[in-house]
């Protein structure tokens, strides 16, 4: 996969504690952009879809 983007959610300057996904029709993969050519995750688009919307709903813990 060639077409990574990084989260809109990743800090300023260097980007710290940041993550990149890139897509094909099939999966989706996850890596760390400040060490992209260690350890990619790939899961079936799906299945990182229904991460994404269990993300969404989550609660935010209790004070």
């Not at 990149?20 to 029709?25: D, G, L, P, Q, T």
């Not at 995750?41 to 994404?52: G, V, W």
Request: proline share 11%; aromatic share 8%.
């Amino acid at each position: 996969m060639d077409n990574w983007r990084k989260s809109s959610y990743s800090g300023p300057d260097d980007g710290n504690a940041c993550v990149e996904i890139a897509n094909s029709a099939t999966h989706t993969a996850v890596r760390d952009s400040k060490t992209p050519a260690r350890a990619t995750l790939t899961f079936p688009t799906p299945a990182f879809a229904t991460f994404l919307d269990a993300l969404k709903k989550r609660q935010p813990p209790c004070p």
